[in-house]
């Protein structure tokens, strides 16, 4: 068989640049086709890049000619940032998503579709199993848009995995992501002045190492499960320690009075946490890796601990 | 300690803030004038707030437990004076299903659990237990509960604890054995629908029914205000002779005489895994947990005698 021919959405994005460098870089990857808007972040050498916006139906005529068996979707907004709303974040998302699949159902090389989702999916709830497994997405209600986001994205992908049999789908659940030169929610919180926190809560967080991010994303490409896989280091870390290591301090406050404290914060100009961000904060949450482990075959490098640890040391030396 | 090294302390903290130091140096700077063991103690809580401790992935903190331990300690040797019968019959290693009855609106039955094994067994471990979901709404309870070894009262919790080989306890009466009036002290309520007992059957623990007496006397329940309850979301919200009379006081726990008896381990790992999913060998081994339990109990209130002396 030639090499794999891959296509990635988002590879302006952080972890699609990397990943569009790690596969280039291997010599079993044909071709790298790279879909964005944006350019990548970091120097591509061989990576066909095509500049186009997910959410346009140009794409349905644009992807099939890549000939691509592999499809990696990493086009998925996680926070309206700055000057984005809420509703641009859905249609990214959502709207995306089907354009995306509407220009799969164009291409008949596909066989092996790779979703970067998130473990936001479960929410954070202070009822929850301490290690969310792959089949309890939907122990509890959807609460947050961007956790409706998320299901509806699986949910859309479900329904093309069963009505493609030849395809096989990975729909990866990632929880936070910390690590060099990444900008998330997560460390754009842990490097503010002080760490806004919920008064007699000290949460379970979990967190994913860049590095391992990456390889699980590449492990996924190379050995395709069908169904949802949960992506983190193992372990995780009270949000109050987790603070600690990255020498930064917590600021209790009620939580009734969270909501009004961040939201002044907000018009202030201070930086602002999603919904979803905020209950990660309140109540952590846990997932069960030994899917990733035993059938993607992958085994994170870093437990969660020594990813806040090796990103606090190397975020003390930039500074 | 005396007067004269507290003030000493208090000076050299105050000279160390004064110079620019930051809380936790000011703090061990400011222990040079302590006693030994008291200089251990700050130490430690310096470490804490230096973030230089660990959790494992349950959020269970060894040293915190430790830190807390003299309290507990105090409880079970003053307050309640328990009397330990059978420790060693529950499992030295390996995973386990401690499974007992419960009362007296807050677990402290299954602190003193943990203590009676820390304390009488002839190797020491923690156990873990599965605690009523809506502690986990609560600042600081929450926390703290999953510090000393207390997890979200679900199947899956139970399940990967057990696979990890860790001692568990449950009280398969829930929230309907804390919140039972004075009245039925002593008296088993149903249990659940037997998932411990398929808990059990699916990991291959060894059941260890637990008989607690004197942690149905601590809270007499004599009335219960619903409305109160659902106003503040709690499943029940109980009148004591103290609480809600005498406000927060009212917490404090009447100093009941203890008894806890460890029976003899049920095994099941040789029904299998299937065995879970069999109805009826859940239900049998079920009632008969309960059953032993309350045998247990009504023998070891008559070996205790009166309540409250």
Redesign the interface.
């Known amino acids: 068989m030639a090499g794999r021919r891959v296509l990635i959405t988002g590879v302006g994005s952080h972890v699609g640049s990397l990943l569009a460098q790690r596969l280039e870089r291997d010599p079993e990857v044909e071709h790298v086709a790279g879909l964005d808007t944006r350019r990548p972040k970091v120097a591509l050498e061989r990576t066909e890049l095509i500049e186009a916006d997910t959410r346009d139906p140009e794409i349905a005529r644009l992807i099939p000619p890549t000939g691509a068996d592999t499809l990696v979707h990493e086009q998925i907004v996680r926070q309206p940032g700055p000057g984005m709303s809420s509703r641009a974040m859905h249609d990214v998302n959502v709207i995306g998503t089907l354009q995306l699949l509407a220009a799969c159902e164009r291409t008949p090389t596909l066989r092996t579709i790779v979703v970067r989702g998130s473990a936001g999916v479960y929410g954070a709830e202070p009822h929850a199993p301490q290690f969310f497994k792959e089949e309890m997405a939907r122990l509890f209600p959807l609460r947050t848009r961007f956790q409706r986001d998320v299901a509806e994205i699986e949910n859309y992908f479900d329904t093309y995995a069963r009505r493609h049999s030849a395809v096989s789908c990975t729909m990866l659940r990632y929880q936070p992501a910390i690590g060099r030169g990444l900008r998330t929610q997560m460390t754009r919180y842990l490097s503010q002045p002080v760490c806004p926190a919920f008064m007699g809560f000290d949460p379970r967080i979990q967190l994913v190492d860049i590095d391992d991010a990456l390889e699980a994303l590449v492990a996924a490409v190379w050995n395709p499960v069908r169904g949802a896989v949960n992506v983190a280091c193992p372990g995780t870390i009270g949000l109050a320690r987790m603070i600690r290591l990255a020498g930064k301090r917590a600021l209790p406050i009620a939580a009734p009075l969270f909501g009004a404290v961040t939201s002044t914060g907000r018009r202030l100009g201070l930086d602002t946490q999603s919904d979803d961000f905020e209950r990660l904060l309140h109540y952590g949450r846990g997932v069960d890796t030994r899917r990733l482990t035993e059938e993607v075959g992958y085994t994170p490098r870093r437990t969660t601990s020594e990813a806040v640890e090796s990103w606090a040391e190397e975020a003390k030396a930039a500074a | 300690m005396n007067t004269a090294t507290a003030i000493d302390f208090m000076r050299r903290l105050r000279a160390g803030l004064d110079s620019g130091l930051e809380l936790p140096e000011a703090l061990t700077r400011g222990a040079t004038a302590l006693p030994r063991d008291a200089r251990e103690t700050l130490n430690r809580i310096v470490d804490r707030?230096?973030?230089d401790?660990?959790?494992?992935?349950?959020?269970f903190?060894e040293d915190f437990a430790e830190l807390v331990e003299p309290f507990f300690a105090f409880l079970y040797e003053s307050w309640w004076r328990v009397q330990v019968v059978g420790a060693e019959r529950v499992p030295g290693h390996g995973r386990g299903l401690l499974t007992s009855n419960h009362a007296g609106i807050l677990p402290w039955d299954a602190t003193m659990i943990s203590m009676a094994l820390l304390r009488e067994h002839p190797l020491p471990r923690y156990p873990r237990f599965l605690v009523l979901?809506w502690a986990?709404?609560?600042?600081?309870?929450?926390?703290a509960m999953?510090?000393v070894g207390g997890?979200?009262a679900?199947p899956?919790?139970a399940m990967?604890l057990l696979e990890q080989d860790h001692l568990v306890a449950v009280f398969p009466e829930g929230v309907k054995g804390t919140g039972k009036p004075y009245s039925e002290r002593y008296r088993l309520q149903r249990f659940g629908r037997g998932g411990f007992v398929e808990i059990a059957l699916r990991t291959g623990s060894p059941i260890v029914p637990v008989a607690v007496v004197g942690s149905e006397e601590i809270y007499p329940k004599l009335a219960d205000l619903p409305a109160v309850a659902r106003l503040i979301g709690s499943p029940y919200f109980p009148v004591t002779p103290t609480f809600p009379l005498l406000g927060p006081l009212g917490i404090v726990p009447l100093p009941s005489k203890w008894r806890i008896e460890f029976l003899e381990p049920i095994e099941t790992a040789s029904y299998g895994p299937e065995g879970a999913d069999d109805r009826a060998l859940v239900l049998e081994l079920s009632e008969r947990v309960r059953d032993q339990i309350q045998q247990a109990l009504y023998a070891n209130l008559v070996a205790r005698g009166p309540a409250f002396i």
């Open positions: 707030l230096e973030g401790y660990s959790e494992d992935e349950w959020g903190d979901n986990f709404d609560l600042p600081w309870i929450s926390s999953r510090k997890v979200v679900s899956f919790n990967r």
